[in-house]
């Protein structure tokens, strides 16, 4: 009966190899959308869970209590020691800082240096403890010694050849900063792809006091290192918690106390808080998309297969009368689904494989830190391989257990004279549940693209309120002192350069730490605070930003005490007229200054933020970046002219710069993600309603074949005959938007709420959302209406 079974199943499929092929392509592409969202949220949940101790090991970091909380993810220097040397409850603490703006070089011997290299993010300062805490694989050299003494360096077999061109680097020197030089005491293995620590080199944590002086290490106010702490077995954290609070109170000044808290979490939750690149929130969001589609493709699969059954019916009226029992048709064809669900799975382990390449040069594309590698072989991991078979057997049961059980309800008597259909058609409104469903997806996923994107260009179109084409940015080294006029005047005297500005910002930039600040003669700080940059005297003409009241800072104040402030901080202190605060005394940075001018407002960061209160403090020598303003018509000699005037004015710093416009493009970096990820996702959701759209025209086309035959011969004309076919589409089309409309509408809304320069859900967009549905729905039937309605009537009418 099994052989049987498989020869009638091959013999089906083979027979209708179109239809069947259309079921196919629909289960795998909603099979295949499931499996990247999968991989993609496997990847980002496995970051940093592979440590060992993962259960007892807690990442501790401060939050910053003034005007807001402001959550950071470092800690004071001293903690880790204290913590290792006063507290028996705790295994291992270690500190690590990471590199920013550093440069490792290569001496050739002879005071120069035969590579160099701008050093950001993969490269830190860390302590011994490093290499026990987070497992990391030792490949030679003694890992409880390599890092124990100043000037050392351990390096990744990656650095290893990127600096040396061979792993044998151990002995080898490089320069740190062209000050300190750095011996190579030990090769690791290369961090993996999934972890917030990807470190390809780790100073030595003792070469700090070789840099900073002997007091660096003591400074509890400082928020430099991230500590991490690994607890002894059966150790409650909410010791460490206590602990905490006694040794803020103990090392900090009453006042300073009350101003920060740490804070202990897990180390599973390095990529999901403060220092992470995947929000939960965003993750489970993915997560219900890809259950949504693998649902998709299965009411596709059931709105075909039903369609299907009416063509069966003298088949099941034959096996019936044979003797055939139901639970022997059901087995029938839940084989026949599940043979055409295997080929679905093997169509779709392809299709991802063919899409993980883009998928993974887009994640990293998209996200600085992340290096994905997924491939389709992540799929095979035990912890992979149940979830896998569980979501092919349900998809098994979910795609044809419904049809199964329809085919095998007909009436063998009806079904032998093709009279199924009274008894089928009375089932439809599970059917048109099954649609409802599919339009309100649908429906969801335009609007949710014509809100996005009208959202991301509504952002394009901000104004920022200073001039940010054609300027070019340089970033400058912060180890070393640079000669800023000298650099300026070579650089003026290159074609196409028309002004230079020393800052240690852009107006607009992602570094907007609050800093708290008192007016006139406020001895206690104002109630809100400040977002600090420091410029020059050019900063303002180089962006074209305006004077309200007062002057511009000039190039005689040595010592840094001109201030301009902006109006939004004049508006907060209360006092309408710009002018009144010009010459007003001002404390901010440690430092008594004297507020020169007014600027008018301009955008300090993204546009998630309103204008904020801004303090320009003609502070020189804290510029960290150079910006150049040129001619709109300058050529590629300007850019390298430019690099030039750099390698001769600071031949031992790597040269970086980067385009303004580019760099302010990275504002929307989430939301241009964002916007790809539903446009995909909502041509895969389209394309899967389709394909269901398809498949209960086909239905209705069979089951009102007599209906339209007999309405024919009558003298109906074809518009009415598409008018009866394509009621049932616009009432459930209707219907679905009455769901789609209100609930995106509220999801939508929420989301924009983020955003301070932001677009309203309105109708337009809604109904955009309606006409476009109702466009496609309108294509997909159109074709197969047609057909039923311009086909000669005898065809319907000639078995009676």
Request: charged share 15%; hydrophobic share 45%.
């Amino acid at each position: 009966m099994i052989v049987h079974y498989f020869t009638v199943a091959r013999r089906h499929l083979w027979q209708n190899w179109h239809v069947n092929l259309i079921s196919l392509l629909g289960l795998a592409v909603g099979l295949a959308s499931g499996l990247i969202i999968f991989l993609v949220v496997n990847y980002m949940f496995s970051f940093d869970r592979y440590h060992p101790h993962l259960d007892r090991t807690y990442w501790i970091v401060t939050d910053i209590k003034r005007e807001t909380t402001m959550q950071t993810d470092a800690a004071p220097r001293p903690l880790a020691d204290v913590l290792r040397r006063d507290y028996a409850f705790v295994e291992s603490a270690v500190r690590l800082e990471t590199f920013f703006g550093r440069t490792l070089s290569v001496p050739n011997g002879k005071g120069g240096w035969i590579k160099k290299f701008a050093e950001a993010r993969n490269v830190c300062f860390t302590e011994p403890q490093y290499v026990d805490l987070f497992g990391v694989e030792w490949v030679s050299g003694n890992p409880k010694t390599a890092l124990a003494a100043p000037n050392t360096i351990v390096l990744s077999e990656r650095y290893a050849h990127k600096y040396f061109d061979t792993a044998s680097a151990l002995g080898k020197t490089l320069r740190l900063d062209n000050r300190t030089d750095l011996t190579v005491t030990g090769i690791v293995k290369d961090p993996p792809t999934n972890t917030q620590l990807r470190y390809d080199a780790f100073v030595s944590y003792a070469t700090i006091p070789v840099l900073d002086g002997p007091t660096a290490l003591a400074d509890w106010q400082g928020l430099q290192a991230m500590c991490f702490v690994r607890l002894r077995e059966g150790t409650d954290p909410d010791l460490l918690s206590q602990s905490l609070s006694a040794i803020r109170r103990r090392n900090l000044s009453p006042q300073e106390a009350t101003q920060f808290d740490y804070q202990v979490l897990p180390l599973a939750e390095l990529n999901h808080q403060r220092s992470g690149t995947a929000p939960r929130p965003v993750l489970y969001v993915l997560i219900g998309v890809g259950i949504l589609l693998v649902m998709a493709g299965c009411i596709n699969f059931i709105n075909l297969a039903t369609a299907r059954a009416l063509k069966r019916a003298r088949e099941v009226g034959v096996r019936k009368v044979m003797g055939s029992t139901r639970w022997q048709l059901v087995g029938q064809f839940m084989l026949e689904t599940a043979l055409l669900v295997i080929l679905s799975t093997f169509v779709a382990l392809v299709l991802t494989q063919l899409s993980l390449p883009v998928v993974n040069q887009t994640l990293a594309a998209t996200i600085e830190m992340l290096r994905p590698d997924l491939s389709i072989g992540d799929v095979v991991q035990p912890q992979a391989v149940g979830w896998f078979l569980c979501l092919i057997i349900s998809v098994i049961i979910l795609s044809g257990l419904y049809p199964a059980l329809v085919l095998a309800r007909f009436n063998p008597a009806k079904a032998l004279t093709s009279q199924p259909a009274t008894r089928t058609v009375g089932r439809l409104t599970v059917r048109q549940g099954l649609i409802l469903g599919q339009f309100v997806l649908m429906q969801l996923f335009i609007l949710s693209v014509l809100v996005i994107t009208t959202q991301l260009q509504h952002m394009q179109r901000a104004e920022w309120g200073f001039r940010h084409e054609s300027t070019q940015v340089v970033f400058l080294p912060q180890q070393q002192s640079i000669p800023f006029a000298h650099l300026r005047e070579q650089w003026l005297q290159v074609p196409g350069v028309e002004q230079v500005a020393f800052g240690s910002d852009m107006p607009a930039s992602p570094y907007n730490h609050p800093s708290p600040f008192s007016y006139h003669t406020a001895t206690q700080p104002e109630p809100f605070e400040t977002r600090v940059r420091a410029v020059d005297e050019h900063y303002l003409s180089v962006f074209d930003l305006s004077l309200v009241a007062g002057r511009n800072i000039r190039s005689t104040d040595t010592t840094g005490r001109d201030v301009l402030v902006n109006e939004t901080l004049v508006k907060q202190l209360g006092i309408s007229s710009p002018a009144a605060v010009v010459g007003k005394p001002i404390r901010v940075k440690d430092g008594d200054r004297v507020i020169v001018g007014v600027v008018r407002d301009f955008r300090s960061g993204d546009l998630h933020q309103p204008i904020l209160p801004m303090t320009l403090i003609h502070d020189l020598p804290h510029s960290r970046v150079a910006m150049l303003r040129l001619n709109p018509t300058y050529a590629d000699q300007t850019g390298q002219a430019i690099q030039q005037v750099w390698d001769k004015v600071l031949p031992d710093q790597v040269y970086h710069a980067e385009n303004l416009s580019d760099l302010m493009s990275r504002f929307t970096e989430l939301e241009r993600l964002l916007a790809g990820m539903v446009q995909a996702f909502a041509l895969v959701a389209i394309g899967l309603s389709c394909l269901g759209l398809y498949g209960l025209v086909t239905f209705m086309t069979e089951a009102k074949a007599k209906e339209i035959g007999v309405r024919r011969v009558l003298g109906a004309r074809t518009t009415q005959l598409l008018w009866l076919l394509g009621r049932e589409f616009g009432k459930l089309l209707g219907l679905g938007f009455f769901v789609a409309a209100p609930l995106g509408a509220w999801v939508l809304s929420g989301w924009l709420q983020q955003y301070t320069y932001r677009i309203s859900v309105n109708g337009w967009l809604l109904i955009g959302t309606l006409v476009l549905t109702g466009l496609i729905t309108a294509l997909t039937v159109s074709r197969q209406a047609l057909k039923a309605a311009r086909t000669n009537p005898v065809h319907y009418l000639k078995s009676e």
